[in-house]
């Protein structure tokens, strides 16, 4: 079976019998000699040892991050009121983080309700996870399914306008859907996988800020089909405020308070609850799958499994020379590279022809559309001038 292979430059893209998403076909000249990021991340900065800036920002940041037992147990006690029938809504997705944060909290002897929100994309495993962890820890499960007609046109709009991050609508309306859940069941805590040890280095130049309404809707403005997005929960500036100041909502990293170590989260999963690993990080979806394996190698010449990894460096988790190896030697297979395009074109209703030509357009920056920056620009000068201090849970939040 053929699939697709990357090539320089602004060069077609061609069948292959392999796929190389990862190894030495992305990597730069230079290499952190902590981690493993290197100059292909477009900001990156090395001091005189070779150390890159966003490694050494991640470790400088972990003591204010990560926090302690006691730290834990002043949370544990908040999440608990009196009275309270559910302390939480864990949000799950089938991935290895949302499904040890659900078994944590549990243990934690916390009540929560699991939310699942479908966007249409969801594995067999994911779907066979969440099902089998929820009924074990006997756990409330909650599904919020995304309107696909205008969820896939907005996915579809990121492919056109060709700004890296893509996944932008999957992440955002997530958390909307969370927050949106957490108002109707009456919640005001809501629980995710987000965690620092793992996920604590992205290059700012990979990703958005998710809380950037205003331009995601003006990406959809210029190639969304121009339907309405009013069947999305999507994160207005009025909802922020009503969720995050007269709700009171908070959204909580549990897993940010005790020593979080992905193998051994993994060893209890499948030993406790039967619990089903993925091939690949951020695996819970054949969307995200294909983006991260796929779309950003071939059109971004990005493998975002050096930051994921560097992250573990970070945390002696892995080793350098074990993140290396994967890197080098662990590569999306090329059939199921091959399935996924086939799933996700058919899906998304767009001829190869029309994807390649997609892939081979250039791209542009998120700059380039409008923005919820200069709101909050207006916003903290409010807050200096005037000592508002609630704006801030508008403006610095997202």
């Known amino acids: 079976m053929s699939s697709w292979r990357k090539t320089s430059g602004n060069m077609p893209l061609h069948h292959s019998n392999t796929i190389t998403l990862g190894g030495n076909a992305l990597s730069g000249s230079m290499i952190c000699t902590r981690c493993i990021l290197d100059d292909s991340v477009a900001d990156i900065r090395?001091?005189?040892?070779?150390?890159?800036?966003?490694?050494?920002?991640h470790i400088s940041k972990k003591h204010s991050v990560l926090k302690n037992?006691?730290?834990?147990?002043?949370l544990l006690k908040k999440l608990k009121p009196a009275g309270s029938k559910n302390h939480c809504i864990v949000g799950v997705s089938g991935g290895l983080d949302s499904s040890f944060l659900l078994y944590k909290a549990v243990t934690l002897g916390l009540n929560p309700i699991a939310v699942h929100v479908d966007t249409g994309w969801n594995t067999e495993t994911?779907?066979?996870?969440?099902?089998?962890?929820?009924?074990?820890?006997?756990?409330?499960?909650?599904?919020?399914?995304l309107n696909w007609e205008q969820f896939s046109d907005l996915q579809l709009a990121y492919l056109k306008a060709g700004v890296i991050d893509?996944?932008?609508?999957?992440?955002?309306y997530y958390l909307a859907a969370l927050y949106k859940m957490a108002s109707k069941l009456g919640v005001r805590y809501i629980l995710t996988g987000n965690n620092y040890t793992s996920e604590g280095i992205m290059p700012d130049c990979w990703i958005h800020n998710k809380g950037d309404t205003t331009n995601m809707l003006d990406i959809y403005k210029k190639f969304g089909s121009g339907r309405s997005l009013n069947r999305l929960p999507t994160m207005t500036l009025w909802k922020k405020f009503y969720y995050y100041n007269l709700l009171r909502i908070e959204n909580v990293f549990l897993l940010n308070y005790f020593d979080y170590d992905r193998e051994q989260a993994k060893a209890t999963l499948i030993k406790n609850l039967g619990w089903r690993e993925h091939p690949v990080k951020h695996g819970e979806t054949i969307y995200t799958r294909f983006y991260q394996r796929y779309i950003l190698p071939v059109k971004f010449k990005v493998d975002i499994r050096r930051a994921h990894l560097s992250a573990l460096i970070?945390?002696?988790?892995?080793t350098r020379q074990e993140a290396l190896d994967i890197i080098e030697n662990q590569n999306a297979p090329a059939e199921t590279a091959c399935l996924d395009k086939m799933f996700v074109l058919k899906k998304l209703g767009i001829s190869d022809e029309v994807f390649v030509g997609l892939m081979n357009a250039p791209?542009?920056?998120?700059?380039?559309?409008r923005s919820d920056s200069k709101i909050?620009?207006?916003?903290?000068?409010?807050?200096?001038?005037?000592?508002?201090?609630w704006l801030l849970k508008i403006s610095n939040r997202t």
């Open 363 to 369: 791209t542009r920056q998120h700059s380039e559309f």
């Open 314 to 318: 970070c945390n002696g988790q892995l």
């Open 376 to 389: 909050k620009a207006v916003y903290n000068k409010l807050v200096k001038t005037y000592g508002f201090g």
């Open 166 to 172: 893509m996944e932008f609508p999957t992440d955002h």
């Open 126 to 145: 994911s779907v066979y996870n969440i099902e089998t962890l929820t009924r074990k820890l006997n756990v409330k499960l909650e599904t919020l399914v």
């Open 69 to 74: 037992e006691s730290q834990l147990n002043a």
């Open 46 to 57: 090395f001091d005189e040892h070779g150390v890159c800036n966003y490694c050494t920002a």
